[in-house]
């Protein structure tokens, strides 16, 4: 199996990074459908942590065709991107949509996922630079 992530550490700071993917998500494609705050979450519950927010974005075309050859791709969307910060650093995270195709082999979805993986990444590896 296709390792299920994807990481790069950026220089930037976290907001700038968050910024960076929605700016770069939207400009390839994909809406930027909700942002969780999962550190203001958690702190409302009693619960300290460092920053770190998970970006849900999607793209029409390429979910319409996922579902349609099975719907419950559907528990793998939208695409998660996570922005967070770890021992000082700042990294930006996403799962690798072409692992999908590895859940469901019978829905031939492969070269779909590996259009998305490679546009997702680039979204990742964009933003994270500079």
Known sequence: ME?????????KSFD???AAVEAKSREK???VLHVHD?????AAKGFDREPLKIIEIC??????QVLAKDIKISLM???PISVYREGGKTFISTL?????????PQAGIEAIAAEVDR??????????QG
Not at 3 to 9: A, I, L, M, N
């Open 3 to 11: 390792k299920f992530d994807y990481t790069v550490e950026t220089k």
């Open 16 to 18: 700038d990074a968050v």
């Open 29 to 31: 494609g994909f809406g």
């Open 38 to 42: 999962v550190k203001a979450t958690l």
């Open 59 to 64: 793209n029409a075309k390429y979910a319409h």
């Open 77 to 79: 969307l939208p695409c």
């Open 96 to 104: 690798r949509p072409k692992v999908i195709s590895d859940f469901y």
């Open 119 to 128: 546009t997702v990444l680039a979204i990742v590896d964009e933003a994270g």
